[in-house]
């Protein structure tokens, strides 16, 4: 799921890794901010125009959906998840709960150890697909 993600800003020739989550729902609020332009209110992404400039001890934690339906292929289940700036929780026949910072290769699943976590990032994901469901019927 980790993907660079560059903008080359004209007039600009210094270089910056902003290590925090990010998606592609952040490039069109993030060129609308660029070009001063408001975004569709009903655009999901934040601009990450701000995370160029400013410290990021203050910003929210942050929770990404992700899927993937390649399994499908396989007469397997899809895989339906969430993403945080430490964790991922994968929602799938036998869930799956990963430290990203610890474990970034994702071979210790930590479900059975951190059923707290797993809990809250659930209702994360719970979350994330009830406000999408609820867009969509708008």
Known sequence: IRIPLIFKLPGQDKAARIPLLAGLVDVMPTICSLLG?????????RSLEADWTQAHSDRAERYMYCESFYPTFYDAN???????DQFKFIQTTRAELYDLVDDPAESHNL???EGDIADMMEDELDAILDQSLRDISH
């Open 78 to 84: 899809p895989l339906v998840g969430v993403v945080s």
């Open 111 to 113: 479900l059975e150890t």
């Open 37 to 45: 332009v408001t975004p569709p209110p009903e655009i999901q992404g």
